[in-house]
């Protein structure tokens, strides 16, 4: 087989990964089940859709071939894309993979289940799997996707080759941006520091305006806090959270079915519980994302009163932080930043929010 030119472009600072998935596919030995694990937005699902082309493309991925391009628009018929319904992976769609594996590979030379939340087997449904998995004819694969190892059974483990994907460096997302979308030098490094090593939020934040206007508003937040009069107060700041909050579940909740019609499909009342469990992660990642942008304005504004503002991570707003931050409240940011690190571990215990975040505030403002 040749070396794969085109596959794993959207890799970022995966090296160990891509060298073993490249190697696998190079030498033409590929196990036939791997373990993909490493936290949200590295790349996971987008490097197991490469490397499902990979697998099905006679050339190894070119990256150019009808397999291939359909592969990498998500709709060829013999890679399948299978999520948990609601919090399992259920038996029945374990019973529809099985039902699924005997057939030949519909046009290419083999089969790809690609299963997200492979954490998220019950004991029947990783009961019924685990057959297939230890023993699948030559033509199949599963690649299983999970964020940590912890939740996945021993079992499941053992029978897959695992591949260990990591937050990726700030230096290798700045250079994908600047690369991929057309933002200024500052801008790709503030998107890259403040992603944290999540490219996909890095990506987001150079393609989605509304995020980037949410980001803009809770950085405001952190500014009014330190300013003498404070606009709206804590009430008015809360209300922008909650509503930033409410309004993310209900995208989340009216979002299309990832799970094609036909395949996987699950009766209405389990896409009714998806819907609503969507919802609610996605309530709770718009919260954490608001405080991860107040807390990183606070570690701006120690860095840059300490006078260590070449590492600051929102470059972009360098010019603010630079006026604002204060050599003598060092101490003062610190705290601040104490007080949001309790209001996120306090939240974790179902505490009332709106309480929750209006106390937040107070204090931020008596700290600063
Ligand atoms: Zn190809």
Not at 126 to 137: D, G, Q, R, T, V
Not at 161 to 188: D, G, N, T, W, Y
Not at 317 to 324: D, I, M, Q, S, T
Request: glycine fraction near 8%; charge should be negative.
């Amino acid at each position: 087989m040749n070396e794969a030119p085109k596959i794993f472009t959207g890799l970022v600072g995966q090296e160990q990964a891509r060298r073993m998935l490249a190697a696998a596919i190079g030498q033409g030995s590929p196990s036939h089940a791997y373990l993909f694990h490493g936290p949200r937005g590295v790349g996971k699902l987008e490097a197991a859709r490469d490397f499902a082309a990979a697998l099905c493309c006679e050339q190894g991925g070119c990256g150019v071939c009808p397999t291939c391009e359909k592969a990498s628009r998500g709709v060829h018929p013999d890679i399948d894309v299978l999520e948990p319904v609601g919090s399992f992976i259920t038996v029945d769609q374990v019973r529809e993979i099985n039902r699924d594996l005997s057939l030949r590979p519909h046009e290419s030379q083999a089969r790809v289940f690609i299963i997200r939340g492979a954490g998220r087997f019950n004991a029947e449904s990783a009961n019924a799997f685990l057959k297939s998995l230890e023993e699948p004819p030559p033509f199949v694969y599963f690649l299983l996707l999970a964020r940590g190892l912890d939740r996945i059974l021993p079992t499941i483990i053992s029978r897959c080759q695992p591949v260990r994907f990591s937050a990726a460096p700030p230096e290798a997302i700045e250079a994908f941006l600047l690369e991929r979308f057309q933002v200024s030098s500052v801008v790709a490094q503030a998107y890259a520091r403040v992603s944290r090593g999540d490219l996909g939020l890095a990506q987001a934040l150079c393609t989605d305006p509304d995020l980037r206007d949410r980001r803009d508003r809770y950085l405001k937040i952190g500014e009014n806090l330190g300013r003498a009069a404070w606009e709206g107060g804590a009430s008015q700041m809360t209300a922008d959270i909650i509503l930033a909050s409410s309004q993310a579940g209900e995208i989340a909740e009216q979002e299309d079915e990832t799970i094609p019609e036909g395949f996987f499909s699950a009766p209405k009342k389990r896409r009714d519980q998806d819907a609503h469990r969507r919802a609610g992660q996605a309530q709770k990642r718009e919260l954490n994302l608001a405080l991860d942008i107040l807390e990183m304005w606070f570690r701006d504004m120690m860095a840059m009163a300490a006078g260590a503002g070449d590492t600051i991570l929102n470059r972009d707003y360098e010019l603010e932080l630079e006026n604002l931050a204060l050599s003598s409240k060092v101490d003062n940011y610190r705290r601040a930043l104490e007080a949001i690190e309790a209001t996120r571990a306090k939240l974790s215990y179902n505490v009332d929010l709106e309480l929750a975040l209006q106390a937040m505030f107070h204090q931020l403002r008596e700290v600063l």
